[in-house]
């Protein structure tokens, strides 16, 4: 079953207040492993963001979407 957006959205915004009212020291060594795992993984990153473009192209080229960023046909 995918989740939605709006899910994910919120389950962030839930998780945003706990992390707000950590430990500075928490928040930092948290911080520079969420940055190890973004360089771990840089290659694979940047490859689905091209698909993603790609696709987004795509939908763009069939009218599905347009380039005004408001509208989803």
């Known amino acids: 079953m995918a989740v ?12 945003s207040v706990k992390l707000a009212n950590l430990d ?3 928040k930092n060594r948290l911080l520079l492993r969420i940055s190890e795992i973004i ?3 840089t290659r694979r990153i940047v490859e689905m963001n091209r698909l993603d473009v790609r ?8 009218g ?10």
Not at 64 to 73: E, P
């Open 4 to 15: 939605s957006n709006f899910t994910i959205a919120q389950k962030a915004k839930r998780v």
């Open 24 to 26: 500075t020291e928490i």
């Open 39 to 41: 360089k771990q993984n």
């Open 55 to 62: 696709a987004a192209e795509k939908m763009l080229e069939d």
């Open 64 to 73: 599905q979407i347009s380039r005004d960023r408001k509208s989803v046909v």
